[in-house]
């Protein structure tokens, strides 16, 4: 059987899609996991569990490649990216493939010499499936950016598109490699993402359907059950069996027998392969084809499961990426568990307002010395039954989850006092997991995106759900879409797909149902399982850090096969109904067929391509060139770490600084690794020593003074050195419980001591500052310190005379421990200094303690970058928001200081730098820019701010022309505050026309804006 057109045709959609992301993917590093993951390849890394080893071993060939072709560092992640383009669009390709089998099964059958097998209907369907997968939101958005979703669906795509050409195939012993290539796809996979394993239930059902001659509804049911059971088993004999085997062996190797760590790997491998050799051997023996098949795929999984070697090996290297440090097996397994994350409970659990009664440890262990010794314990909550109910979806308590369940409540059960129920629980998963979390994200891919802003709340209109472009339908669903506003329509992630690739794709599903019922159910079973059932799998809580959707795109990429399939309804509809020829029909329904792909890449492209934007790079090099040399900078989450470190591992951009996340802080490996040099950093010197901190030592400190019992005096004072030798050493005491605590904190007074000669010479204060402080106060006050806390006091007590200590302004003020005061800004960074100045609370975080105007100014107008956002229009994410709200602050309260003080030249150029890094063009002007207006009409640059106040006008009279066409339950929907801005822009912009000594310049703007201007007063009556 030689199909050599349908070979060709998926080399086309391949090459088509990759051309397409070419011109579309980052050429440098990108937000949240890919600086991560991009880093973690070029150096072979340890990444977050539970890692991806196979993505980093490939990762690493692209970015030698890259090395090699250029000397450009950005090229390296230019490379990986890349990867990932050629992932997508190697999915795209086998997507095309699968559809042609299910177009001729749901046809001809099997019959392989069927003169129509490649007629244009069929292969259109195929090509129109592949580029529609291609093209779709989802895959795109992951295609253009070094994270692991990509070759996740490439894989997917691949055991699919195997397990079918087997299906499709002749019923010979020699074809059983397509099904065994398949299931080692699906191994292959666990090295990137887990995805694939949902796969089996379709190959289990695909397997029935071929191998029985009178498949059942009922036959059925338990294929697709043995399939759910193969995850499992994967899960237990694989995943999680064969690191169980080998630690079971090293504790026995190492603690029993005395022999060198990792010696458990040896009888691990003895046992694999006599297990293997005697299961091939006794089924040979037998005559069983079957068994011995399945025992030789069992081994090859195991060597497809073995590149998790790779995290092991490289953790004993000790990057400086090395993620929960798994250097032994011992380590290793509960970080392929992602035990770091927690559990999220999936059969019966409490709801967010149950208490725990009780806690159940399980041991952790870890090396002491040349043994291995109970070092650590996880911890899990024991509840009340009664608090619990089966199927929970309403189960998170952190992050303010409660507060969160009970808007929900209000939303859909109309009383937000009722306590939480098994019918709220039921109507959350529907209309939150399945509605919000999983429908929005399927209509996003398949009739269009209202905005890429983050959608949280059904009830808020204003962003973040499904679009079509069909205004009666808009309309109805959002708000008025007859007088929309330039930032909207103009908006590159606004997508409308008319409903068109919906449409075609239910119409597949019809076909597909009519003419191949079994296969038909075999799809249906994956679409599902990589769908709703993964929703309630991930029972995911309400406001997720960011949209979801690149987990589900194995549901989206099968809807694609029936967009495919849809061709083939309108060609056999044509020919049938309109009784039109078999060509005729089948051109004529390609040609329809095509609008679908076409539709998506033109609506999609200009805010999925990254080709222009260097943002994410650039905004970590500002932060990190905001520091001095040698400096200590603590981050704070996801976009305010990794692209620091690809900035620093990939792109060399100032590796003198140590970078220490605070939200990995209170963990002995990270706090380890802080003691290790790496790059052009020293170690970081600590007071507490490594084995105080190990494990669960110290996670929590309690208060105890006998001479204070309750707190409610103040402890004489007492230094961070004494506190943190006291901290050091072992006090126990017993709790309320019974339980012995190694330490307790003696004091909560707690303060960091001066040298004022030491201070000057660091340059941490200047000999004229009246301000300075001999003893610079901690708050450490409160029952108990976590580790944490003690870890940043000690980095900060044992460092800051020696070398800058900074918190990057993108840090939660909780975790600043006090020190608001005696910070100094320094760019986007803000320097623990011992001078006290009253921080300006008005500006939350930006506004702590004092700022140091000529270095601030410097890296503003000599070292910052903009993304490219000040060259080239383009789209925006809304994950860019946090930073460049920081850098609005910063830079506003930098301007003001100058102004202050006089030096109205550099306040002007510093609020002109502004306006140039974040030109309307792509941040829309609102009111929140009328303090830097304010800071050019001050210093004396009247053109800039006519300038600038012009476009502001233009701007809010079209944002108040589209509030005017919204009902009042519409403008509480979501642009109520917006309207507030606006509102507050007329205003503000008549009192500074008024300023600038410019009549025609204020004739004009109030004429403008006199719609909107508040009537002037009637005067007082005499």
Known sequence: MKLKSSNWLGWLVFAAVFVVYFFSVERTGSLWDCGEFVAGAYKLQVVHPPGAPLFLIVGRMFAWVATLLSDNPAHIAFAINLMSALCSALAAMFICWTTLIVARLSLYGRDYAHPNNESWSVLSAGLIAGLSTGFISTTWFSAVEGEVYSMSTMFTAMTVWAAFKWYYLEDRPENDKWLIFAVFATGLSTGVHLLSLLAFPTIAMLYYFKRFERPGFFGMLLAAAAGVVAIFLFQVLIITGIPGLWSFFELQMVN?????????????????????????????????????????????????????????????????????????????????????YGDRSLIKGPHYEARPIDTKSEDRWGRVGNEYKVVDQ???????????????????????????????????????????????????????????????????????????????????????????????????????????????????????????????????VVFHFRKNRNDFYALLCFFILTGLALCVFNNSPP??????????????????????????????????????????????????????????????FDDHSRMQSTAARDYAANILESCRPNAILFTYGDNDTYPVWYAQEVEGIRRDVRVINLSLIAVDWYI?????????????????????????????????????????????????????????????????????????????NIYLEVDRDRAIQAGLCRADDSNFVARVPVSMAGPYSTKDELAILDIIHSNWLERPVYFSVTCSQEKLLGLQDYMELEGMALRVVPVRTPSDQGMYIYGSGKINQDWSYDVFMNKFRWGNFDKVQQFVDHSYAPSTQAQRMIMMRTALALLDSGDKQRAAQVANKFFEGFPNMNFQYDVRIMPFIQILIDAGDLDSAKKHLRILATETVDMLEFFDTLTATQLESGFSQDKGLSMSAVREIGERSKQLNDAAFTAEMEGLLKKYAAPALPPPIQ
């Not at 007859?482 to 409903?499: A, C, G, H, K, T």
């Not at 690149?550 to 399939?565: A, D, R």
């Not at 230094?719 to 909560?748: C, M, R, W």
Request: with cysteine; glycine share 8%; aromatic share 14%.
């Open 672 to 748: 380890e690794n802080q003691r290790r040099a790496f790059n052009d950093s020293k170690p970081v010197k600590m007071a507490i020593p490594s084995e105080k901190m190990r494990g669960s030592l110290r996670n929590q400190v309690f208060y105890y003074n006998p001479a204070n019992p309750e707190g409610k005096n103040v402890d004489p004072p007492m230094s961070a050195a004494q506190f943190l030798k006291f901290i050091a050493e072992d006090h126990p005491i017993e709790s309320g419980t019974g339980k012995v605590f190694e330490t307790y904190q003696p004091n909560n």
């Open 378 to 508: 996880k911890f899990e909550y024991v509840f009340r039954e009664k608090d619990k109910m089966l199927l929970p979806r309403i189960i998170h308590q952190d992050q303010g989850r409660p507060q969160l369940y009970k808007m929900w409540m209000n939303y859909l059960m109309g009383d937000k006092a009722k306590s939480p129920s098994m019918a709220f629980n039921l109507k959350f998963m529907w209309s939150y997991q399945f509605g919000w979390m999983y429908w929005r994200y399927f209509m996003w891919n398949f009739t269009g995106r209202q905005n890429a802003e983050q959608g949280f709340y059904p009830w808020v209109n204003k962003d973040g759900h499904w679009y079509s472009g069909i205004k009666a339908i808009d309309g109805a669903r959002l708000y008025n879409q007859d007088r929309l506003p330039r930032v909207i329509v103009e908006d590159p992630s606004r997508n409308r797909y008319y409903f068109i690739p919906l449409l075609l794709g239910l119409a597949g």
């Open 256 to 340: 029993s027998f005395g022999l060198p760590f990792h010696s458990g790997l040896i009888p691990t491998i003895v046992v694999i392969c006599l297990l293997g050799y005697y299961g091939l051997r006794y089924f040979q023996r037998r005559g069983n084809d079957l068994m011995h098949k399945v025992v030789f795929t069992m081994l090859l999984l195991v060597v497809a499961y073995s590149t998790v070697g790779i995290v092991l090996i490289r953790a004993n290297a000790k990057p400086p990426i090395n993620m929960n440090d798994p250097y032994d097996v011992v380590r290793l397994i509960p970080y392929l568990n992602r035990e770091q």
């Open 543 to 604: 406001n997720e850090p960011r949209e979801r959707d690149y987990v589900l795109e194995g549901s989206f990429m099968t809807f694609c096969i029936w967009i495919g399939l849809g061709v083939l309804l309108i060609a056999e509809t044509l020919r049938e109904k309109l009784k039109q020829s078999a060509n005729t029909s089948g051109i004529v329904a390609s040609v329809l067929g095509i609008s679908v792909p076409l539709l998506l890449v033109t609506q999609n």
